[in-house]
Every structure is written in structure tokens, then in C-alpha cells.
């Protein structure tokens, strides 16, 4: 029964989605690699096995598929650094949501609750997303949970290809005194650290004091201090960065900073400290005391510093419109190289993805996108989506919806 | 720019002393006399003459025009197109554009200010469904740093809403965007009043959790009915007791007639003074709202927020109803599921492109970008195949919010007579990477981004970050 019910599946999503790896030559594009060689002119890129087989000028292939892309920009797929895609359906609606937990902490993995047929995930993919680093939402503990990542070809057996790679936390203001999470986090810490040691007699039935923690999340939070994973740390305000460093730095672990509206303020001792930021360069807006220095150039200040800056959108659902940030911080001094690394190769370079993912690299997966114009520009959208060198449709719901009102309309 | 002297409140007391007795003398109505006495009192400065020459335009009227110059003195357009340079002081926007200062024609800025705090946040009276009687400006806080934000991305005029718990949420207001520390020293002279209303999920999720009406749609529909009708019997009770006391001789006794402010906006909108403002997401909704609008003859302005409009987009524009719409948010409630891309560009093209489309932000950091926001949804309608232009597009974030807030004759376009409020960009509008470099507003430069101190801090962004700086 279930193997009928998977091939009426891949019926159902039209040959695009056969298993059977072709091969495509793109030819005469503009492409931006993302990596030191930055952008060439005139270039093919031939796809083979589901992996980027060469990258050059004339190149030439029998029985290739080919696309012409003269007065195309090809790029690497983009990488949504931090998003709920795939937890969430409808942001009111609780029981479409399934990214926090009432009853863990650091130990929340999302992994099992990802849904390949949301909505979200064609609408990013058409805007440009391919993988997409899925994080848990800040709940009701200051640690979240881990955040998984995950390709946005929307198969329905599709698994992680890189599960619970980072714990996500939260630290600034709120009904609780910042002390106070800050004692939370410390406790989480060496509880981890004592439940190692006696981990044995523990599980005797030796005594233990977890405190606001599972087994699980000491767990969890032992993969953190052994560094096999990095704490991401929501916060904005300069000072609580600075005492977060203080504290990664005290248990010798590794940190990315997210939101870091105050960031700029600090941003020669997170170049020093070699911390990534995750951002959203348009996000300004002072919308609290943790951010009254918000300002449009951030991204520019600390990339040009040297930090290594990954761009997200604020929303979800418009994961993609990391672009427009891109273009925004490109407005207001980055450049247009930087911006393209900080939706592509930074983001896998430190999720430990880059082996895969993120530039136009001869054995790398073949996750691209071509595009009607210049990938920074709002104006601009894909024209063509691959994702391990299969392409993948470019049609979304809301085009649905559109060709049916257009006929109603007597637009179309 | 600056702004006549206000807060002279013995001023104040004798205007509105001379107001009481005008109207006793005369037999003003009230609204007449609530409209003085709240009147705006923004009132610019003589502002130079200035020739800015060699720009693309795009006017807000429909035209694109190349390599061009406009000319203002004493705050108002006074030519297009023709390169009088005597005694202006000249700007030369070779490579630049021009554009009509951006309207956003639903913004909470002032009322949910930032930073976003308990003590600040005055946007919805959600302690009743029907609260027409509450006035925005009266919550809107004057130092909100997202005044000047908005103004660095060219936003010239902007209007104020309550937020949309309520099914009527009280009356919105128009403001320039010019420092002030008072809100009538804000108010667009003589910008009509508005009053918002709201469809849909959030008047029936916050009245219904608290187990009271309306916790449906059709709770919602028959709260708006109840109301109009309300509103009907009193403006009939008004008018017999206007009549009455026309009759008796002044010194009879007679029952006091007592004004109330809820009725008196509602009336306000049955008598075509104060403008419907809708915030409505479906196309069932929006067509229902059309016909309650019918049964009490008055008219929706605008449908705000209205993910769906492109479904019913020949309805709207055979009655003349605005759209403002996102061109991308989506998702983050039921009613906002349907997101097209091609909303803006639809609306705008039903009915043979008589459709009124409003790009509008409701957003601190969308109003930022309102440029960018049509841009998108240009180049998505452009990609299913509707042709529309720049020059026409420009008019989304220009002449149709101008329209809808009835103050088209005034601001909106670059036209001969109108305001001097402009901006020039430092490339194409459309494009993510240009920026607004000079902003006009009543011909006064409010903002310019090349010099450091271009523009006027607002009382939050002195000394918060360290008491010697400014904030930005």
C-alpha cells in the first residue's frame, strides 16, 4: 500500500521529480559565484549526477539538456540562515505551529515535526531559497532547541541533511531579569557538566538534581560544551553580547549571534572573537531598550570589520526576502559580493554545510538558481530553480490563485 | 523648516472663546466648530526658490519625463518642464530621479511608537467592539523616532490609524512628516477625517475570547449594522432638535439635545464628511462591506490590508473602492492566507485599469521602502503579463493614497500649484539600491543625505545612546 501510495506521488509532481539524474548544460551566463573568483562573465555550467561538473566557457556536452541563460544571472541556491519554514503554516493558528515545546528546553529537536508540503516551502523555493536552516521559536525557557536544516525540494521522504547542528537560546530583556537568564544558562551549563560526571550513578538511580532541565537537555547541552555544536544567541543589546561572548569564552564554546541589532557597536571585538551574526539589515527599527541603536548599516559596519555576517529575513513566510535585505545592506555599503556570500557560502561554512553547499564549485551539489535579472534586486525573481541538479518547478500556490483571477479578471 | 510658534495657550483660549461665539452668533454647526478648534496648525515657512534640473521625473500623473526640471517657490510647484533659473538657487539631479514625496496611506507610527513599550502603545481602545468616538492624534506621541526613519526613505505625508480590534476603531488622522512637539503642528491642513473600521478575525478574536459579540463574521456584520443604525436615529433626533430650538424663542425651555461622540463620527461618514478606512482581508468580506455601505448610503474610501481584493478587483473598481495592499506579506493569520504577488498590479488593472491600487506598509520598516514595495509588486505584475508602467506604478505610493485620504488636491503629483513635497533619488526608485538623497516637504529640504545633520532628531534620538551623540 505504501509503495503505491509514494508512486502516485511522484506521479502527481510531474516528471521534474523523476529519479533519474540528467544532465544540464547552462550556457552564456552571468555567474556569481559567491566564492574569491567572484563574477563571470559568459560562463556555462555543466550539471552531471546531481553535482556541479564543470564551470567554464564553451563548454559542450552530448545529450546535455541545454538552457540558454544570455541575460541570466546564475547564483548558488540561497540559504535561509534562520527560519521556522517547515514548522509553521499559519503564524495565529497553534495547531499549525510546531516550532516550541512546552516541555523541554535546549533539548527541543524539530526534526520530527518538519512538513515537506507546506505552503512555505514551493513560495521560498520560487523566491530563491533551496536550504533552509530550521530553528525552533523562543518558547518559554531561554534555551529553544536545535535547529535542523533541510533542502526545499518538498519530497515528502525528505530528511535532514544535517540534523540538530546548532542550539539555539535567548538572552535580553523580558518579564525576567537578563541576570537571571544569565543564571539559568550558567545552571543549564554545569548541570550538563556534573550529569557527565555522574552520569553513570544516575542512571543507577543515583540522585540528581535537574533542576529546569530534562536529561535530554543536559544532553544537548553537553554536545554544546564538547563543541560539536554552536550555541546560536538571540540578542540584540551591545552589552549582552559582550557578556555572552564573556560566558562562551569562560566554557570554551562556540557562539553565532542572532538579531545583534547593536551589533556595529561591537563589531572589532566579534571580528576578533571570530563570531558569526545573523541579521536582518533592514531591521532598524528601535523597537525596544535592547535596540535602541539599531541603524541600516549593521551588516556593512561589521562585514567590513570582518565578521562574518549571514542575512535573514524577519518573516517566515517571506524567508526569501533575504534578498531584499541583501540589496538594502548593499545600499548602505556592502558589497555586492559580501551580500551574496551572506545569503550563500557563509551560511554553510558555518553550519559546516560548505562542503556541499553555497557557491558555483566544480563537486558541489548542483543547488542553483537562475534568475530574470540582477539576484540583489527586489524587481528580480528566479526563472529557473535546481536543486541537486534536478530542476525543480517554479510554480507556488499564490500562482495558482493568480491564473484563475487573471481569467476571471479577463487579464490573462 | 520650521514651523510657526504654537503652544501659546492663552492663544489657544481665545481662539476658541472667539469660536464659541461665532458660533453662537451665527449658528455654526458643531462640526464646523470641532474641525476649527482641532484644526491643523502646521504651517511651513516661505521656502526658496529652487530649480532642480536635468532629472527623470515621474510626475504621479502617468508621465515619465527625461532629462527635466521642476521648479518651486513659497512652499508650492510652480512649473514643470521649462528651465527658468532666474533668482533660484539651482540643483542639478543629472543621473537622479524625481518623485512626489511618498504617502503611506496606513502607518500606526505615533500611536505604537518605538521604542514599543506598555507606556507608549495607544493604537486600539480594545475595551469595545464600536469605539468611532476615540481620535488617533490623540494617542499619537510626536518624539516617535520612526518619524525620521520613514522620512529618510521619503515619506512626505502619512496616515495615522487606530489599530483594528474594534469594529469601528475611532477616527484616523493625516500628518506630514515634519517635526513638531504638538500633533496639530503635524496635521495636513484640512485633510478630511477618516475612520477606521476592521473586518474579520481581529475584532471576533478579541471580543470573543472574552466571551462577548462579536466573536463571529456575522457577529462582526450585524455590530456594524447596529451601529449605522444607531447612527441614523440620531442624526434624525439632532435634526428635530435643530429644528425645535429654530422654532422656540430662546429664552423657552428646552430639552438639551446632547451631543455624542460616537454618533457624531458616524454621522460624520453618513453626511460624506469623514472617510471610510476598512481594513479587510477577504473578498466575501470586502463585497459584504459594500453592500452595508448601500443599505446606509455612505462609501467605503479604501479596503486596507486586502490580501483578496484581486479576487473581487472588478467589484472594487465598479464602485470606485480603493485597495492598499502589501505587495508580499502573507501567512501570519487565516484571512491573510491567499497572498498573490500580482495583488496590486491586478487591482490595478481591473476593469479596463480603472481599478485604484495603494501600496501601503502598516509597517515602521516597510514605510522605509515604500519604493521597494511597489517595485515588487510591479515586477510581479509585469511578469504575469500586465502592462504597466513605472509612471503608473509611482502613482501606487503617490496619487491614489492622495485620493483615498482625499488630499489629491494638494499633494500626490507634481503638478503646477500642489505642494512643493518631493524626493530626489539618487537612481531609479524601482531599484532595491537607490536611495532617497533629498526630500522636499513644502519646498523646505527636510532631509538630505549627503550632509551629516540633513535632517531634524527627534527628542528620543538625542543623547539615548550616550549622552554626547545622537542616535543616528
Not at chain 1, 365 to 384: C, M, N, Q, R, Y
Not at chain 2, 95 to 104: A, M
Not at chain 2, 298 to 319: C, G, M, P, W
Not at chain 2, 425 to 432: A, K, R, Y
Request: overall charge negative.
Amino acid at each position: 500500500m505504501k509503495i503505491i501510495k509514494y508512486s502516485l506521488v511522484f506521479l502527481f509532481l510531474s516528471p521534474l521529480h523523476a529519479e533519474i539524474n540528467e544532465t544540464i548544460l547552462i550556457k552564456n551566463a552571468t555567474a556569481m559565484t559567491a566564492m574569491k573568483s567572484g563574477t563571470l562573465q559568459n560562463t556555462d555550467i555543466l550539471i552531471v549526477d546531481g553535482l556541479i561538473a564543470k564551470i567554464g566557457q564553451n563548454l559542450d556536452f552530448e545529450n546535455a539538456i541545454v538552457f540558454d541563460a544570455t541575460n541570466h544571472f546564475v547564483t548558488p541556491g540561497l540559504i535561509a540562515p534562520h527560519s521556522m519554514i517547515g514548522l509553521q503554516e499559519i503564524e495565529l493558528e497553534a495547531e499549525t505551529r510546531d516550532d516550541s515545546t512546552d516541555y523541554f528546553s535546549s533539548g527541543f529537536s524539530i526534526v520530527d515535526a518538519y512538513n515537506p508540503s507546506s505552503a512555505l516551502i514551493p513560495h521560498n523555493r520560487t523566491g530563491g531559497i533551496t536550504t533552509a536552516i530550521v530553528t525552533p521559536s523562543s518558547g518559554h525557557h531561554v534555551f529553544s532547541g536545535m535547529a535542523s536544516v533541510f533542502k526545499l525540494d518538498g519530497k515528502l521522504t525528505e530528511e535532514s541533511i544535517g540534523q540538530d547542528i546548532a542550539m539555539v537560546m535567548s538572552f535580553g530583556g523580558s518579564e525576567d531579569s537578563r541576570a537571571s537568564q544569565m543564571l539559568l544558562i550558567k545552571d543549564g551549563f554545569i548541570k550538563a557538566k556534573n550529569y557527565h560526571k555522574s552520569r553513570s550513578q544516575i542512571m543507577r538511580g543515583g540522585y540528581f538534581d535537574f533542576g529546569y532541565y530534562t536529561p535530554r537537555d543536559l544532553e544537548a547541552i553537553l554536545r554544546v560544551v564538547n563543541k560539536e555544536i554552536p550555541l546560536i544567541v538571540r540578542t540584540d543589546r551591545a552589552r549582552d553580547i559582550l557578556r555572552m561572548i564573556a560566558f562562551s569564552n569562560s566554557h570554551e564554546i562556540d557562539i553565532i549571534l542572532a538579531g545583534a541589532k547593536e551589533a556595529w557597536r561591537i563589531a572589532d571585538k566579534i571580528a576578533l572573537e571570530s563570531i558569526p551574526v545573523i541579521l536582518d539589515p533592514m531591521d532598524n527599527i528601535p523597537s525596544s531598550f535592547d535596540s535602541i541603536a539599531a541603524r541600516m548599516d549593521n551588516a556593512s559596519i561589521l562585514n567590513n570589520a570582518g565578521v562574518k555576517i549571514l542575512i535573514t529575513s524577519q518573516s517566515t513566510h517571506n524567508s526569501y526576502l533575504s534578498r531584499q535585505g541583501a540589496g538594502n545592506a548593499v545600499a548602505y555599503g556592502l558589497s555586492e559580493e559580501d551580500a551574496l556570500k551572506a545569503l550563500t557560502i557563509n551560511v554553510a561554512s558555518v553550519f559546516g554545510l560548505d562542503e556541499r553547499i553555497g557557491t558555483l564549485e566544480v563537486g558541489k551539489d548542483a543547488d542553483l538558481l537562475i534568475w530574470d535579472g540582477h539576484p540583489l534586486e527586489v524587481s528580480s525573481f528566479t526563472k529557473k530553480i535546481y536543486i541537486d541538479g534536478k530542476e525543480i518547478s517554479t510554480v507556488t500556490r499564490s500562482q495558482r490563485l493568480r491564473d484563475r483571477y487573471l481569467k476571471k479578471l479577463g487579464l490573462d | 523648516m520650521k514651523n510657526i510658534p504654537e503652544n501659546k495657550v492663552s492663544n489657544v483660549l481665545i481662539i476658541l472663546l472667539l469660536l464659541i461665539h461665532t458660533q453662537l452668533a451665527y449658528g455654526e454647526s458643531e462640526s464646523e466648530l470641532i474641525n476649527q478648534v482641532y484644526q491643523s496648525t502646521y504651517k511651513p515657512d516661505t521656502s526658496p526658490r529652487i530649480l532642480i534640473k536635468n532629472a527623470t521625473i515621474l510626475t504621479g500623473t502617468g508621465e515619465l519625463l527625461e532629462n527635466s526640471s521642476i521648479l518651486i517657490d513659497s512652499n508650492r510647484i510652480v512649473s514643470i518642464g521649462n528651465d527658468d533659473t532666474n533668482n533660484a538657487e539651482i540643483i542639478d539631479a543629472k543621473g537622479k530621479w524625481i518623485t512626489p514625496g511618498i504617502i503611506d496611506i496606513h502607518s500606526h507610527m505615533g500611536v505604537y511608537p518605538a521604542p514599543s513599550l506598555r507606556g507608549n502603545s495607544d493604537g486600539n481602545e480594545a475595551t469595545n467592539p464600536v469605539t468611532p468616538h476615540v481620535w488617533a492624534e490623540h494617542s499619537v506621541w510626536t518624539q516617535d523616532p520612526q518619524f525620521t526613519l520613514a522620512l529618510k526613505g521619503g515619506i512626505t505625508t502619512f496616515h495615522v490609524l487606530p489599530g483594528s480590534a474594534n469594529l469601528f476603531g475611532g477616527r484616523g488622522v493625516t500628518l506630514k512628516n515634519t517635526r513638531s512637539v504638538t500633533v496639530q503642528g503635524m496635521k495636513f491642513p484640512n485633510a478630511p477625517y477618516t475612520l477606521k473600521m476592521a473586518c474579520g478575525e481581529n475584532p471576533k478574536r478579541v471580543y470573543g475570547n472574552r466571551d462577548s459579540e462579536p466573536s463571529t463574521r456575522m457577529g462582526n456584520v450585524a455590530g456594524y449594522r447596529e451601529a449605522w443604525i444607531d447612527a441614523q436615529s440620531y442624526m434624525q433626533a439632532k435634526a428635530l432638535s435643530e429644528k425645535l430650538s429654530d422654532e422656540e424663542e430662546s429664552d423657552q425651555e428646552q430639552e438639551l439635545f446632547k451631543r455624542d461622540l460616537k454618533m457624531e463620527t458616524l454621522s460624520g461618514v453618513l453626511k460624506g464628511e469623514i472617510l471610510i478606512q476598512n481594513h479587510c482581508y477577504r473578498g466575501e468580506e470586502m463585497a459584504v462591506m459594500i453592500d452595508i455601505a448601500k443599505e446606509f448610503n455612505y462609501r467605503v474610501t479604501t479596503f486596507h490590508h486586502a490580501i483578496e481584493a484581486y479576487k473581487v478587483a472588478d467589484l472594487l473598481a465598479d464602485n470606485g473602492v480603493c485597495a492598499a495592499m502589501w505587495a508580499d506579506w502573507w501567512g501570519f493569520k487565516n484571512e491573510a492566507y491567499d497572498m498573490v504577488w500580482e495583488n496590486v498590479a491586478m487591482v490595478d488593472q481591473a476593469v479596463n485599469g480603472t481599478g485604484c491600487a495603494i501600496v501601503h506598509s502598516d509597517s515602521a520598516v516597510g514605510i522605509q521602502h515604500l519604493n521597494q514595495e511597489a517595485s515588487k509588486a510591479l515586477s510581479a505584475g509585469l511578469r504575469a503579463g500586465l502592462e504597466i508602467s513605472k509612471a503608473r506604478a509611482i502613482q501606487w505610493i503617490t496619487l491614489n493614497p492622495a485620493k483615498a485620504l482625499g488630499i489629491s488636491d494638494q499633494v500626490g503629483s507634481l503638478e503646477v500649484g500642489k505642494m512643493a513635497d518631493l524626493v530626489i533619488w539618487d537612481g531609479d526608485p524601482f531599484s532595491t539600491f537607490s536611495k532617497a538623497e533629498k526630500v522636499f516637504i513644502d519646498g523646505h529640504l527636510s532631509f538630505d543625505a549627503t550632509k551629516k545633520n540633513g535632517f531634524i532628531r527627534t527628542d528620543f534620538d538625542l543623547g539615548i545612546i550616550n549622552p554626547e551623540g545622537d542616535r543616528l
